[in-house]
């Protein structure tokens, strides 16, 4: 019984998921001993690092991990070697310019004030440099579909980092500086483990040639711009909120964002093993199966985050409560994660649609349609908590780019291949009753 259970659970869609919610539960963790440990000042500079440093290391990101997984999957050795050196060769080039970059503010920190400044200038530069390794290696696990060892590099990752942070308070040596230290020991030791371990591919680096560099440069350029575009999304809520509210707003408004996790965690799952699918089907010109691929996931998803909102939208304070602890009880936290969450019902029509423009070669069109969602976000919390005084107004605004996403996004992929937005619901309603049968209901 126990050999069957686990057969039927080595699957990449379990290990997918399993690697996704084990970094998500130790990041949730994570985040409930530093919002007890440090002042809510301290976390607002701490959120602010974070929000800098993923957006800064997006156009690392956002330039090479698709190009990689749509260049690498399903290829000749001699080819996938070629790829992983090249996108070593740009990634370092990368990382040497934004490291200069930081190396020149260096000198100049003694004429900024504000703190969120200085821990930028100080930290990310090193940080960047720390996770130029793991994050190429996840990558290559990523398109060979390896989650069994991306979950394992994960869990060092992160698990590392908690167990850091636990010693911190244990030897009452806790501190925004320390918490810095840290953060970058563990991500050189992940960094470390996979050259060691041979999951890097660094050993490719002299297969790069030039073809392939301008090859992954001319698709990156949209890519890099699409991803940058989506992450200052996310993002901009946290700058915008800052600015007109403080950092202390920033930590109650982060903090439904954390819980947002119980989406993300099957969201970037079911998207991760999706990709390599959604490729090779349009490698292979058979583009019905791209249109149908989207169509399963995406609805299959959006029904089944139905009933998850409205356990977020019963149990919000409860769940508030316990991330956060009792200085966040009578705040907004509660409130905002019922708005979040209720929205987050349609995140799997709009990533699915952009995943998949990306793969059939419409990087363009996805980038045009990022940064319509992008403007449409600031406009949107500018006015909303200029009108509100208060956080509500950034949480309702962030309806606006959805709509405007789901719908530039649905008319530039049906350009190319066309099919109905409603089959989205139908696809998924006939995946799940499919899925509860096999399961549920065997002879």
Excluded at 2 to 24: D, E, I, T, Y
Excluded at 301 to 330: E, M, Q, R, W
Excluded at 388 to 406: D, E, H, K, Q, R
Excluded at 432 to 438: D, G, N, Q, S
């Amino acid at each position: 019984m126990l050999k069957k259970l686990v057969h039927k659970l080595n699957n990449k869609h379990f290990l997918s998921l399993a690697g996704n919610g084990a970094m998500s539960v130790l990041a949730m963790i994570t985040v409930a001993v530093l919002y007890r440990a440090l002042t809510v000042e301290e976390i607002g500079y701490w959120v602010f690092f974070q929000t800098v440093a993923v957006l800064l290391d997006t156009f690392r990101t956002g330039f090479l991990q698709i190009a990689l997984v749509k260049f690498y999957t399903g290829t000749t050795k001699e080819r996938a070697n070629e790829v992983i050196g090249s996108v070593w060769y740009l990634a370092v080039g990368i990382t040497l310019v934004m490291g200069l970059v930081n190396l020149a503010f260096v000198p100049f920190m003694g004429s900024f004030k504000d703190p969120a400044v200085l821990v930028i200038i100080q930290w990310f530069g090193l940080s960047f440099l720390a996770t130029l390794p793991s994050g190429i290696t996840s990558w290559i696990l990523q398109a060979d579909q390896k989650f069994d060892k991306l979950l394992i590099l994960r869990v060092i990752t992160q698990g590392s980092f908690i167990l850091s942070i636990v010693a911190l308070i244990l030897f009452d040596q806790m501190n925004l500086r320390s918490v810095f230290i840290v953060n970058l020991a563990s991500a050189s030791l992940a960094s470390i483990i996979a050259i060691l371990f041979g999951w890097s591919g660094i050993s490719a680096f002299f297969s790069k040639t030039k073809a392939c560099v301008k090859e992954i440069y001319h698709f990156g350029k949209f890519s890099v711009g699409t991803t940058i575009s989506a992450n200052m999304l996310r993002s901009a809520d946290t700058f915008i909120v800052a600015y007109m509210l403080g950092p202390a707003a920033v930590a109650i408004y982060n903090l439904p964002g954390r819980l947002m996790e119980i989406i993300e965690i099957p969201l970037r799952s079911t998207l991760a093993t999706a990709m390599s699918s959604l490729a090779k089907a349009f490698n292979n010109g058979n583009k019905r199966e791209v249109a149908y691929i989207l169509q399963k996931y995406a609805g299959t998803l959006t029904l089944a985050f139905v009933p998850l909102a409205l356990g977020a939208i019963l149990f919000a304070d409860i769940a508030t409560g316990l991330l956060g602890g009792g200085k966040y009880v009578d705040s907004e936290a509660a409130n905002l994660l019922r708005i979040m969450m209720v929205l987050a019902i349609f995140y799997p029509i709009d990533r699915f649609i952009a995943v998949s423009l990306d793969i059939i070669h419409q990087p363009k069109a996805n980038f045009i349609k990022v940064l319509l969602m992008l403007l449409v976000n600031i406009l949107g919390d500018f006015v909303g908590i200029y009108l509100t005084g208060n956080l509500y107004g950034a949480a309702f605004a962030t309806s606006l780019p959805l709509v405007v996403g789901i719908f530039y996004g649905y008319y530039c992929f049906n350009k190319h291949i066309p099919f109905k937005l409603s089959m989205v619901f139908v696809s998924g309603y006939i995946n799940i009753r499919k899925m509860v049968r096999k399961n549920l209901f065997k002879k």
